[in-house]
């Protein structure tokens, strides 16, 4: 085959690969204009057999809690096992103390902590899960075990426990420095990690928020 008879079978080709893409890109778009359809009409969540797990039991947070890995916990929820477990002690009563809002419950009956699919630390965990991060709700559902409606019910009782309790929890309380020998110790502490912070005795970090990012920096 000579190089003109060649370039000829490589456009022939080209053109007819050209024509299959097209045939596949319509299949393609087809296909999912199909699915889209179906996707329209098709209530998306997962019930308790798409979970694995129990949430008291051998959900994903339960095993890391028996861990009890300061990293992990610092990683998920901002802070570690030992500040966890000191906001757990008056969590805990705000927690079973109230009862969970529900149009099939009567909001002044007694608690039944007994009952519910998280406990005291749980319902604490998850809205330490949902504050420090930007993930999903079905993730949460999946780390937990947990339905839709009970990870909503629940993150709105736990919200209103956390404010309560961190209202008079001393640990949570934000203080300046009251003398230059506490602020140099501050200091030292942020430069050791961060050398090029120097002269600093506080920060805030920790809270991650969605954000839309210019397409033209200036």
């Not at 209103?160 to 949570?172: E, H």
């Not at 200091?187 to 928020?209: H, R, V």
Request: some cysteine; proline content about 5%.
């Amino acid at each position: 085959m000579d190089f003109s008879s060649t370039t000829l079978w490589l456009r022939h080709w080209e053109n007819q690969q050209d024509d299959d893409d097209d045939a596949c890109l319509a299949i393609i778009a087809f296909a999912l204009l199909g699915r889209s359809s179906q996707l329209q009409t098709l209530r998306t969540y997962l019930s308790r057999a798409d979970l694995s797990g129990h949430p008291r039991i051998n959900s994903p947070w339960t095993h890391m809690r028996s861990v009890g890995n300061d990293r992990a916990f610092i990683t998920v929820m901002g802070l570690d096992v030992q500040t966890f477990e000191s906001i757990l002690l008056p969590f805990s009563t705000a927690w079973d103390s109230a009862t969970i809002p529900r149009a099939d419950v009567n909001p002044n009956g007694e608690p039944q902590p007994g009952q519910r699919s998280l406990d005291a630390a749980g319902g604490l965990a998850l809205v330490l899960h949902l504050l420090s991060s930007t993930m999903a709700a079905y993730t949460l559902q999946q780390i937990f075990s947990i339905t839709a409606a009970v990870c909503s019910r629940d993150l709105l009782h736990a919200r209103r426990c956390l404010l309560g309790v961190l209202k008079d929890l001393s640990i949570s309380r934000i203080t300046w420095p009251s003398t230059e020998i506490q602020c140099r110790k501050c200091s030292n502490l942020i430069e050791a990690k961060y050398p090029l912070l120097t002269q600093c005795f506080g920060f805030i970090d920790g809270l991650n928020l969605p954000v839309y990012v210019a397409g033209n920096d200036e």
